[in-house]
């Protein structure tokens, strides 16, 4: 077991890395890799940059 959270996220992210798996939203707006998920008003998925406020689906 992990000693940390860091140690597993660590770990999680080189087993990403290995499998080729990682996936990167960017803000359309401005470039950013600083990208939330969030729910949208009917139930969709919708994205926020929070380097910027733009948002969109």
Request: proline share 4%; charged share 10%; with cysteine.
């Amino acid at each position: 077991m992990p000693a940390s959270i860091l140690e597993e996220g660590g770990h999680l992210l080189g087993a990403a890395l290995i499998r080729g798996t990682i996936t990167r939203l960017l803000c359309p707006s401005c470039g950013s890799t600083h990208v939330a998920q969030v729910l949208g008003d009917n139930g969709g998925i919708s994205y926020v940059c929070t380097a910027c406020g733009h948002s969109w689906s």
